[in-house]
């Protein structure tokens, strides 16, 4: 079963609203958890790490500010997408290393921002 | 810097054996992974192999890693139209707990 949970699984916002999107690890801790962005029939890249207790690590090129990242529990991370507009809509997903060799992912939040 | 790269498209008759190739270039890759991709879904793992390792097999998943060569391939035996979807190799320089750099996926067709 599920792991990795996210909700909401599709949103759709009005250009210049902020929206949240919330990973949860389910049944174990995840003290960190990553945020990647997949743009349609491209790759996934990441956009930042989410770290239990401490702030968010950015890739390059990822503005903090927009991509606001809080990772509330050993459960819970969730990523805003601040000042949404059209270029941010993309189909986000997060992942959580549940044993040291692997990383296992939600089932992603498709953004459309009009 | 750390590059993944895929062929783009397979196309495979039901019942024949998939063979979809990867090839990366970091050379402290030490974890590499197949994880499949649905239509509209996260993504799946199917299996992993770590750096010693030449071959893993899990049923109908064989995993062949020429260390030598940085080149990665996932055999899928008699194939079903169920395993039509997107195919991503990735790899990490230190496991779960780091990230993990993504080819662009392989899209496997599966025809009668």
């Known amino acids: ?114 | 810097g750390e590059d993944v790269e895929q062929s783009l498209f397979l196309s495979v008759r039901e019942g024949d054996s998939s063979v979809i190739n990867c090839t990366y270039t970091d050379s402290s890759s030490t974890y590499l992974y197949w994880y499949k991709q649905e239509p509209g879904a996260g993504l799946q793992l199917l299996t992993y192999i770590f750096s010693n390792m030449d071959m893993k097999q899990d049923q109908r998943l064989t995993v062949l890693l020429n260390k030598k060569d940085k080149h990665l391939s996932l055999r899928i035996a008699d194939t079903q139209t169920g395993d039509s979807a997107i195919y991503f190799c990735a790899e990490s320089s230190s496991g779960g707990y780091n990230k993990l750099i993504f080819g662009a996926g392989t899209r496997l067709a599966v025809h009668p």
Not at chain 1, 52 to 65: F, I, L, M, R
Not at chain 1, 67 to 72: E, G, Q, V
């Open chain 1, 1 to 114: 079963g599920a792991v990795v949970s996210q909700h909401p699984s599709r949103v759709i916002c009005k250009s210049g609203t902020s929206v949240k999107i919330e990973c949860r690890s389910l049944d174990f801790q995840a003290t960190t958890m990553f945020w990647y962005r997949q743009f349609p029939k491209q790759s996934l890249m990441l956009m930042a790490t989410s770290n239990e207790g401490s702030k968010a690590t950015y890739e390059q090129g990822v503005e903090k500010d927009k991509f606001l990242i809080n990772h509330a529990s050993l459960t819970l991370s969730t990523l805003t997408v601040t000042s949404a507009h059209p270029e941010d809509s993309s189909f986000y997903i997060c992942s959580a290393p549940l044993e040291i060799e692997t990383q296992y992912f939600g089932p992603g939040t498709r953004l459309l921002v009009l």
